[in-house]
């Protein structure tokens, strides 16, 4: 700690990404990466424009890319967002609709970013328990006492909810955002994009980085109303004019582009999840059916944190988080079919072993 | 305005970048980009690097650009912070070092941007008037009251201060950081980062965008003592983990190593500025001395938005600031002799239309 660190600073609890470790070769399952590489089209696309224009500034508004992004989808430019990844759209959005004067609610168990963009914006917050199946009880949600933001499918459960209740929230929230992250959504789960047109406090936030296997580019988006959209760019035009850079709007364009590349690979990742469910079942895990690119799951005997620290001795990096609720869980990017079969043999390793 | 836009969202006034208009072709002197393109090691190390690795995020620590530049400038890696341009780099220490809680203080005519983060983190702050012929005097700043930011070279003016007023400036304020925006530096003035050593309070940062001609990778860094790097680490993590992709990394890491090339571009584009200074004070020009890659500038009988607008209609675009003090006055980038040839032969156009 310095003497010149402001308040904020010093009371922040910043977020602790996955580890990225270089001591030796792992299989890595702990920071919910693609498998399969970007489309060959990005990469070419990236190459051709690795030139003299990298002198000049991008466009501020990121036009073209907005205008891909919202023909694909069905919307209006006007209605699309770009930010530097997920993580920049959440925390521009935090402070376009909550900072510091609205109130916010959302679940205990998620993306643990939420909490850290309320400390570091003094945003009002109420956190609710997901029920004990880790599943959403949708009623605290339907008071139109507070700004919302869910994830669906939820971080690290991997559990959906249905559009339905998703609708719910929405109509008995009138004078509120409802904020949904979106990130896992192309794995099985169903968008919510739809609703849009109908309700003007959606804002839905999807990223290039999962499912388009784009984490190293930095891309992520946000659909809404173009009243929302126009507040998100307010601030980033208040924070930094040029978050994306001109490979990654030309790789996020091209991304889009290929779309049989995309239903391929993501299709492919389902099938992987679904086909390991029963091997892992066989094995007494406990496993919770997720619609997203990783499976949450535990051992009836072996404490979480146990598991996560054997199966990186044998090679295999995956996810572990102290917190309440969930210490005795680990959670498992799914990657390549023969990246799976490795891991459940070294994970019967490990528990032969117990 | 939306309803359901924050009090923080319906407040701020945005920063306005320069535009960048497609309608016809220009000469390009309104954003100070560099004219000339990156290193040809820049664009190669993309190329090579534009592989299936960006399907993983990045390196969130840079570890190895922070070393780069660390090393080229005689720091350790934990005395470099990098950043999404220096934009984003001056948003996080407004945040680290003064949000909400600690005053700042900063000239009247400086880069814009500051006064959009002093009201976006509701930051209390004092302006200060630069003296009539645009120069800063530096008592105001040496009370150890406030926090301080200076640009230097100022921006529009280009007016640098020398090291011992900084030292004077740092040496009265032993309880508050000195942050000193250096973008610009590479053109000619002298950078006060030889005094991190021995200021514990003194925060440098710089820019990728301008003397490295990559404004399109979006890169900036910052040097000072290693608890106010950990201090900007702390609110990075809580913003964004990964605000560099892997290209912008590799890009950056490649300009630093490309030493020579950086040193030519930088003097031509001095020698540029020298050359043409008495071409404009023929034509009537009181121009501002500069150590930037631009030049501050008006007519005495042609008023700036006239000649901003009169010079557009020509295929010029420069910079009109319609703010108090400034108003009268256009700031040109320095582009290669060439265009500079043409700018000075349109203007001289323009002035005997008058």
Request: aromatic share 10%; proline share 6%; glycine share 4%.
């Amino acid at each position: 700690m310095s003497r010149f660190w402001s308040q904020t600073s010093k009371k922040i609890l910043p977020y602790v990404p996955g580890e990225q470790p270089n001591d030796r070769t792992y299989i890595k399952l702990n920071t919910n990466e693609n498998p399969y590489p970007p489309s060959p089209l990005v990469l070419k696309a990236i190459r051709e424009n690795a030139n003299e224009s990298l002198r000049l500034y991008p466009d501020p508004e990121c036009n073209e890319l907005r205008e891909r992004i919202a023909s694909y989808y069905g919307f209006n430019k006007e209605e699309v967002f770009v930010g530097n990844g997920s993580d920049e759209i959440l925390a521009f959005s935090f402070m376009a609709f909550f900072m510091p004067d609205r109130p916010l609610i959302y679940p205990d168990i998620t993306y643990t970013f939420y909490d850290v963009y309320a400390s570091l914006f003094r945003i009002q917050h109420t956190i609710v328990p997901l029920k004990d199946d880790f599943t959403i009880d949708i009623k605290p949600y339907c008071t139109d006492g507070a700004g919302i933001i869910l994830a669906n499918p939820n971080a690290p459960t991997g559990i959906a909810l249905d559009i339905d209740n998703l609708e719910t929230i929405l109509r008995n929230n009138p004078n509120n955002i409802v904020m949904i992250d979106e990130a896992y959504v192309d794995f099985g789960a169903t968008s919510v994009m739809p609703l849009i047109k109908e309700y003007e406090n959606l804002l839905v936030i999807q990223t290039f980085s999962k499912s388009r296997a784009l984490a190293g580019l930095r891309v992520g988006f946000a659909v809404g109303n173009k009243d929302l959209i126009q507040g998100l760019n307010r601030i980033k035009n208040s924070v930094n004019s040029y978050p994306l850079d001109r490979l990654a709007i030309i790789g996020a364009m091209e991304s889009i582009s290929d779309n049989a590349y995309f239903q391929e690979t993501k299709q492919k990742i389902i099938n992987t999840r679904e086909r390991i469910y029963e091997n892992l079942n066989d094995l007494g895990m406990n496993i919770i059916k997720s619609k997203a690119n990783f499976m949450f799951m535990c051992h009836k005997e072996i404490y979480g944190e146990e598991l996560f620290k054997r199966l990186r001795q044998k090679g295999i990096l995956v996810r572990h988080f102290n917190r309440p609720r969930i210490d005795n869980y680990i959670r498992v990017t799914i990657g390549k079919d023969d990246e799976m079969d490795i891991f459940i043999e070294q994970l019967k390793k490990v528990i032969s072993e117990n």
